[in-house]
């Protein structure tokens, strides 16, 4: 059981320079997300999905992009890297209805931009 | 939006003995899910229990049980016979079908041999 596979776990980018982290899931789950995780913030939602083709904002969505086009993958793009998007960044995934209820996580992803 | 707050940044207590981390959260809701999720060192995301509101039984899982009011919107959790693995950020998080999760800011728990 793969679950929710997140990459890369670190990366290291300069002021201005653009990427994307990449997250597939492989449990059928209709929900997608991407969080951002600092120090004494806990857990800011960024991006979600509740299906292919249907993307949402979150808290802090701003300088960061994403898309659905498959039930499986979730991409986050930073548009222009800045020092302010360093932090630690995990994709999650849940069914949207019924079921447990519980979110799935990725491993997570370091990001430093200097 | 709904809140979940976490009154206790950090925390810590001697192996062996028994530690409640604290959780309030704010909902209009009557049904909707509860949990504790725990982050180690190595930045995984565990899920530690669940709690559904419509349940009036506390949950349990071994050493970790939960003080739910629904009333006062409370969702404590207790570590039993505490261990230096159970050393971790802990989480709580609320969520309803078909909706959002919230997180707490956590809370960070050491463990003292």
Redesign the interface.
């Given at each position: 059981n793969a679950g929710v596979t997140q990459t890369p776990k670190f990366q290291v980018l300069k002021t201005g320079q653009s990427m994307t982290l990449q997250c597939a899931q492989d449990m059928n789950h209709e929900y997608m997300s991407w969080y951002r995780q600092d120090p004494g913030m806990g857990l800011r939602l960024i991006h979600y999905s509740v299906g292919a083709g249907i993307t949402d904002q979150g808290e802090v969505p701003n300088g960061y992009n994403v898309s659905r086009s498959t039930t499986e993958d979730f991409p986050l793009r930073l548009l222009s890297a800045a020092p302010s998007q360093t932090s630690v960044y995990f994709c999650a995934s849940s069914y949207w209805t019924g079921h447990s209820g519980e979110l799935f996580f990725g491993e997570g992803s370091r990001l430093t931009v200097l | 939006a709904q809140t979940v707050t976490q009154s206790q940044?950090e925390m810590s207590v001697q192996e062996a003995e028994t530690v409640t981390l604290s959780c309030t959260y704010d909902t209009s809701e009557s049904d909707y899910?509860l949990?504790w999720y725990k982050q180690p060192p190595s930045?995984?995301?565990i899920?530690v229990i669940?709690q559904?509101a419509y349940k009036q039984q506390n949950a349990t899982e071994n050493r970790f049980s939960v003080n739910f009011q629904k009333a006062a919107k409370s969702f404590s959790l207790k570590i039993s016979d505490s261990q230096l693995g159970d050393a971790a950020m802990y989480?709580c998080?609320y969520?309803r079908?078909?909706n959002?999760?919230y997180?707490?800011?956590?809370t960070s728990l050491t463990v003292i041999p």
């Open positions: - | 940044p899910y949990f930045r995984q995301m899920l669940r559904e989480f998080a969520r079908n078909g959002q999760f997180f707490g800011t956590g």
